[in-house]
RNA sequence: GGCCCCAUCGUCUAGUGGUUAGGACAUCGGCCUCUCACGCCGAGAACAGCAGUUCAAAUCUGCUUGGGGUCACCA
């Protein structure tokens, strides 16, 4: 066990991407190895894009990645609510207490007023990047208008903090402005949010997104005018496009739910997303365990990383590979099912089927793509293959080839082998002769399994049958 | 543009003053082979540039260039 209390703090305006996926998995991975706390919390205050929906994608993603949280929605903790928008009365409390301090004060200038103060800056030509001008920085009389309050923050010195991926990061406090805490309608805004959430929900690390490094200057100065202590933080490098833009629809899948419909494990995607950004060594293939036990911030990147969508098939083939054949059946079933297979799941028949296509499969789509045709009284035909090897001249070999394989005991694929074997050398005949017919007679393809363990889980009934309908169809019929 | 961050094969990365600069994905050959995969063997492929420190620099310093982030009553 230890105190460490780490958190994922999303804003629920879309579905859950991976690049929020890795940072928190980073944060639960921390918070797993040392024994510490994970706290989820949704940061909702953005009411015109924030959705029902995207919350629940949200859920639906981290149980998805089996990323459990400790305290938050839906599993409650002592330090609750935990969306945002049901903390009004706590921001804005922590707020007045900041006028009282003097580290605030109250704004009246409108939207309106700061537009024209905007635009007139932006006409002076001057490079600077526009900043509140301190307007109702002295006010001292509190008219009755809307208001909304501000940060006073310092003018001179710098702010720092040691980041615990990148290292010491200072920035000076000129370049702050007076910035807003709390919006006329009394919402919070991002800063202040989450900086009054993680005092009171008593976050001491901080992970996030590369992006957030220029919030941590305001947020440090927030810290400091509360008089609570300031947490740890460690900012992550971004996920980028392929082509080094930033990632978006446009260039992948980019939620995490699609990767599930895809047939995707969990784990895998979590190995890769943990293995950009961070390595142990030359190791590129972890477990769930693996990645707890070795996962530091200091073995944490400082370039951002491109997402590469071939090496992430690879990463999930391998973790494919490393599941049992039951496990795997037992996770294909909803594929199977998405594609009108209505198998048992205690059919024997589907491990064993599994087994042939585990090294040709990546995902848990492809396995059922691949042993669709064991599970169909009829394999769907392909057309180019019927009419490449279903041809005439197969006939009477895909006739003798049903009698020999009829009555092979055991119906193996040793035995089986032996024995078609046998034939090919008494009719001067050699495998290539007959196998790919065979293998669209059987499969309906002209890619499968090796011809014997087809045969071997198909049965012999369905093989010999398979096989006499292959003849029948190269003589033209049906 | 201001501020901040970053810089090793196409990509993800190992490397913390002395290495033939290693691994993985991808690519290209070859082997295996009843197809497709898997597997195995092999090849090409990188320290952004320029100064400096040092006996010695991918590793330290500076500058340049390039890339990214951010500049809201969004988060």
Redesign the pocket.
């Known amino acids: 066990m230890s105190d460490v209390r780490v958190r994922f ?3 629920p ?1 879309g579905y859950l991407h991976i690049g929020g996926a890795r940072t928190a998995l980073f944060n639960w991975l921390w918070a797993r190895k040392v024994g510490g706390k994970f706290i989820l919390r949704i ?4 009411l ?2 924030n959705t029902a929906e995207s919350v629940q994608a949200i859920f639906d993603s981290m149980r998805w990645l089996g990323l459990d949280w400790d305290e938050g929605p839906l599993v409650g903790g002592p330090d609750g609510p935990y969306f ?1 928008t049901e903390r009004l009365a706590i921001y804005r409390e922590h707020a007045e207490r900041l006028i009282r301090a003097g580290h605030a004060y109250r ?1 009246y ?3 309106e007023d ?1 537009a024209a103060a ?1 635009a007139a800056h932006e006409a002076s030509g001057t ?6 001008p301190g307007t109702c920085r002295k006010r001292t009389d509190q008219p009755d208008a ?3 309050v501000r940060f006073r923050a310092p003018t001179s010195g710098s702010t720092g903090w040691v980041d615990l991926v ?7 406090n000129d ?1 702050q ?1 007076d ?2 805490l709390l ?3 009394g ?5 202040f ?2 900086v009054v959430d993680d005092v009171t929900m008593r976050i001491n690390l901080v992970a996030r997104g ?6 941590t200057p305001p947020q440090i100065l927030i810290y400091q005018a509360l008089g609570d202590a300031v947490p740890s933080f460690a900012h992550l ?2 996920i ?1 496009a ?1 082509n ?3 990632l978006s629809k446009r260039h992948a899948s980019v939620s995490v739910l699609e990767y599930a419909d895809a047939g995707y494990l969990p784990d895998a995607v979590l190995n890769y997303l943990a ?5 142990h ?2 190791q ?1 293939i972890f477990s769930r365990a693996e990645l707890i036990a070795h996962f530091d911030w200091a ?1 944490c ?8 969508a ?2 992430f ?2 990463v999930e ?1 391998e973790h494919l ?1 490393a599941h049992d054949d039951v496990t795997l059946a037992r996770l294909a079933l909803p594929f199977l099912a998405k594609r009108g297979l209505e198998v048992a799941a205690d059919d024997p028949r589907l491990p064993a089927a599994i087994a042939t296509v585990k ?3 990546q995902t848990l789509a492809d396995v059922a793509d691949m042993v669709d045709f064991f599970f169909r009284d009829v394999p769907e035909l392909d057309a180019k293959a019927k009419e490449k090897f279903l041809v005439p001249a197969s006939a009477p070999r895909l006739g003798a080839l049903a009698q020999v394989v009829s009555g092979t005991a055991p119906f193996d694929r040793t035995t089986l ?1 032996a024995k078609v074997g046998a034939w090919l050398a008494a009719e001067s005949l ?3 002769d007959v ?2 017919a ?2 669209v007679a059987l499969t309906g393809r ?8 087809l045969m071997e889980v198909l049965g012999e009934a369905r093989t010999v049958a398979r096989l006499e309908q292959g003849r029948a169809r190269s003589l033209g019929d049906a």
Request: glycine residues 8%.
């Open positions: 703090a999303p804003s305006t940061e909702d205050t953005d015109a894009r945002q704004c200038c409108t939207k700061l905007r490079r600077q990047a526009f900043r509140y809307p208001f909304v990148k290292g010491r990061i200072d920035v000076p370049a402005q910035f807003i919006r006329s309608d919402v919070p805004l991002y800063n949010g989450a590369d992006d957030h490094v220029v919030n490098p971004m980028l392929p080094g833009e930033k293995r950009l950004g961070w390595s060594g030359d590129e073995r990147g400082h370039t951002p990383g491109k997402y590469d071939k090496k098939l690879y083939a590979r090294t040709r499969a082998e050699q495998i290539k196998a790919q065979a293998r002209t890619q499968s399994p090796g011809l014997y363990e």
